[in-house]
């Protein structure tokens, strides 16, 4: 089956919380958010930056499935159903709260480069506008990001290091294969600019964090 270069269809793993037993009127309230946490895949132009408000969102939604669990009479399809949704979703939250790497913005970039069913100039026009929204990607993550695991804030800091080295060999490779006028190009390279600062003051972030930890195995008592 073809499959749609620009988009795919959400997993709407959540459908059953609206129905049945529910309150009505919660899918609506959380389609855009179960869309934002649960697509594997979205335009090639946009990050996934989940930001504290809709974490906040997520912990109201899980409570209000984990009081339904508890009344009576749920049939049990309907409660099985809702229990996946919810592991799935503490899943995700616990991943945007806890793990640094989660937030990798070459990862994002080098899977649009990778998607040689558009044309390159589209790739990099949305490889553009997703360095454009790198500031607020890495700002949502240093205000989700609480008790982090430690291991983790290191193997962030390794993945912010490597889109570094993106932004400066392979993505200037794939821009020297496409004609551009030297206004777009400096444009071009002002977004790169932009995308390096907002990695770099990631990167510190999550630099700090694993020392944070290790000073406090060296400043335990007993240690």
Not at 13 to 37: D, H, K, V, Y
Not at 121 to 140: D, F, N, S, T, V
Not at 171 to 200: C, H, M, P, W, Y
């Amino acid at each position: 089956m073809r499959s749609a270069p620009w988009f795919i269809i959400p997993l709407f793993l959540l459908s059953s919380c609206g129905n049945g037993g529910g309150p009505p009127g919660r899918q609506e309230e959380f389609g855009a958010e179960r869309q934002l946490l649960f697509s594997q895949r979205r335009p090639l132009d946009s990050l996934l930056a989940i930001s504290p408000e809709e974490l906040a969102r997520w912990d109201s939604f899980y409570r209000s499935c984990r009081q339904e669990l508890s009344a009576p009479g749920l049939p049990e399809e309907e409660r099985q159903a809702l229990s996946r949704a919810m592991e799935e979703a503490a899943a995700r939250i616990q991943q945007y709260r806890h793990d640094p790497s989660t937030y990798n913005l070459g990862g994002a970039l080098k899977q649009v480069l990778a998607a040689k069913q558009a044309p390159l100039a589209r790739r990099l026009k949305a490889i553009k506008m997703q360095m454009e929204q790198a500031p607020r990607y890495y700002g949502y993550a240093k205000a989700n990001i609480h008790a982090p695991i430690p291991e983790r804030c290191r193997l962030a800091a390794e993945k912010q290091r490597l889109t570094l080295d993106f932004l400066s060999n392979e993505l200037q490779d794939s821009l020297g294969r496409l004609e551009r006028n030297e206004a777009e190009a400096r444009q071009f390279q002002a977004t790169v600019e932009k995308a390096r600062i907002a990695v770099k003051d990631y990167l510190a972030f999550c630099e700090s964090l694993y020392f944070e930890h290790q000073d406090s195995l060296i400043n335990r008592p007993g240690f």
